[in-house]
């Protein structure tokens, strides 16, 4: 397994980038749409979206963790997305919460403490970038309507300094849809994510 993953790696041009992955556009998805660009798993999860959000809430409510979710507001309902997506650049406290679990676990809220995350704009490539902590998203947005952006990208893990292509490894491909829940709030939402949970999100503030 260890020497199929480091194939993969050298495999994915993203293997030589210097610096940040978001520098190098060989490490994101190429295409303009995000429809053309997604895998076909991924275009599942977006669509399923919903199915998602409710199986994971229905999961925390059985449990102990249901205060959890009446205290969290507009960050963990599902038809809270305000007009005007597009967060600006810059660096952002990022908290991720995953909800939910696809086994027999009973940790079905699970919230971490603030890491850092950037948004960046290049002409018209949005990317984001999970910048620490042990699990980090990086990947690029795509405008898709008035309410939301598309991410498409991979999980970077544990001290990894490398990170994957998309589309090169399914267990490290990320979908998601971005937000705004409020004047300097959004979150990333990952229906039914490969590690871990049904459905993450991690808010963003500045």
Same mark, same amino acid.
């Given at each position: 397994?260890?020497?199929?993953?480091?194939?993969?790696?050298?495999?994915?041009?993203?293997?030589?980038?210097? $610096?940040? &992955?978001? %520098? =190098?556009?060989?490490?994101?998805? @190429?295409?303009?749409?995000? /429809?053309?660009?997604?895998?076909? !798993?991924?275009?599942?999860?977006?669509?399923?979206?919903?199915?998602?959000?409710?199986?994971?809430?229905?999961?925390?409510?059985?449990?102990?963790?249901?205060?959890?979710?009446?205290?969290?507001?507009?960050?963990?309902?599902?038809?809270?997305?305000?007009?005007?997506?597009?967060?600006?650049?810059?660096?952002?406290?990022?908290?991720?919460?995953?909800? $939910?679990? &696809?086994? %027999? =676990?009973?940790?079905?809220?699970? @919230?971490?403490?603030?890491? /850092?995350?950037?948004?960046?704009? !290049?002409?018209?490539?949005?990317?984001?970038?999970?910048?620490?902590?042990?699990?980090?998203?990086?990947?690029?947005?795509?405008?898709?309507?008035?309410?939301?952006?598309?991410?498409?990208?991979?999980?970077?893990?544990?001290?990894?300094?490398?990170?994957?292509?998309?589309?090169?490894?399914?267990?490290?491909?990320?979908?998601?849809?971005?937000?705004?829940?409020?004047?300097?709030?959004?979150?990333?939402?990952?229906?039914?994510?490969?590690?871990?949970?049904?459905?993450?999100?991690?808010?963003?503030?500045?």
């Amino acid at each position: 397994m260890i020497a199929l993953i480091a194939a993969a790696l050298l495999a994915s041009p993203c293997a030589a980038a210097q $610096g940040r &992955p978001d %520098d =190098d556009p060989r490490c994101l998805p @190429a295409a303009s749409n995000w /429809r053309g660009a997604a895998t076909d !798993d991924d275009r599942r999860r977006v669509r399923e979206w919903r199915e998602a959000w409710q199986e994971a809430l229905e999961d925390v409510r059985s449990g102990e963790h249901a205060p959890e979710l009446a205290r969290a507001g507009a960050l963990l309902e599902p038809d809270a997305a305000l007009r005007d997506p597009m967060p600006p650049p810059g660096d952002y406290n990022c908290r991720t919460i995953k909800l $939910g679990t &696809p086994g %027999d =676990d009973s940790l079905t809220y699970i @919230a971490y403490p603030p890491f /850092r995350c950037r948004i960046r704009i !290049d002409g018209d490539r949005i990317s984001f970038t999970k910048l620490t902590g042990s699990q980090r998203p990086i990947g690029r947005l795509f405008r898709d309507n008035e309410r939301r952006l598309i991410f498409l990208g991979t999980m970077q893990l544990g001290d990894e300094t490398r990170a994957f292509a998309y589309g090169v490894d399914r267990e490290r491909d990320m979908a998601g849809m971005l937000e705004r829940v409020g004047d300097r709030r959004w979150r990333l939402v990952f229906p039914y994510p490969h590690f871990e949970s049904l459905l993450d999100v991690i808010e963003l503030t500045p």
